[in-house]
């Protein structure tokens, strides 16, 4: 018998890169995974991913307008998650991702790391990802 940790992955969607971090729905502690750059194969990535650490579902960070409204931002990352759902079978839920990048930056210089895109994608994600998971506290899919 086998015991068997769900997982979910956050994502923070950009157009050159995507941040992606994981939690078990146990602990619920998200942390920073990794970055992956975009490409043709970034569906196929995220999908491989997705199995490798048995995932039961995703979470991807919603970008809006300060004013709540759309952005074209906003419908990129519905487009991409079109496509993500067609190529995965998992749920995926959207969560607001009002200033995480911004808070990722100002975490990191604190921290005095040096700006590095790749680490605050990646704890965007987390953010996101954390965010997530304290408004649905009953999240246990």
């Given at each position: ?48 991913l ?16 300060l ?25 995926i ?49």
């Amino acid at each position: 018998m086998t015991n068997q940790i769900n997982k979910i992955i956050g994502l923070d969607v950009g157009d050159k890169r995507i941040g992606v971090a994981t939690a078990s729905l146990i602990a619920r502690l998200p942390q920073p995974h990794s970055v992956i750059n975009r490409s043709d194969q970034t569906i196929n990535d995220i999908n491989e991913l997705a199995i490798k650490l048995q995932a039961t579902a995703i979470v991807i960070g919603l970008p809006r307008g300060l004013d709540g409204q759309d952005t074209d931002q906003t419908s990129r990352v519905r487009n991409f998650t079109r496509q993500l759902s067609k190529a995965c079978n998992l749920p995926i839920h959207f969560q607001d991702e009002a200033l995480t990048s911004k808070k990722a930056e100002q975490e990191l210089n604190h921290r005095k790391v040096s700006y590095n895109k790749d680490a605050v994608d990646a704890l965007a994600a987390t953010y996101i990802l954390s965010d997530f998971l304290e408004e649905h506290a009953e999240f246990k899919e």
